[in-house]
């Protein structure tokens, strides 16, 4: 059985400084990871869904390991502001599966406008997700950030 977060594998789109909503953007060093985002308008203009879909390449037996513990993964979406980035809200995981290739995780949550206006109107948001794995065999974090989606929200 493969890693279940199909959509990160799925021809993933070369990073640029402006990602958009309604495109999924990942990002990935092409060896341990590959964090995708996705701000997708609903179609009423007040609320967004968000999704985020990570893979985490490691042994088969790592991956069993991780994913048994009570909880693993981490996900916060963050207002980018060059010096400062603040944290404005959590994500859900909504799927959390290994793999022959390593780990999985979704996360999934509808938010309203008003939550991703980081930068009074009429400034662009720019807006990633930072994810925490965290392994309870050695107490520790690994963190990835994926690539910012920029949009006027
Ligand atoms: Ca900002
Ligand atoms: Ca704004």
Known sequence: MGVAVG????NPSVASAYNPVDELTCKYDNRTYNACLLISSTGDSQSWDIHVGIDVYMSPQDAQR???????FFAYVVASDGLYDNTLFSLPATLIAAGDTGIGAEFDRNVLSQALNEDAYPQNDEIYVLIKLYDARTGTYR???TNIVTNMF
């Open 7 to 10: 959509v990160t594998l799925a």
């Open 143 to 145: 963190t990835w950030t």
């Open 66 to 72: 991780i994913a048994a513990q009570p909880s693993s």
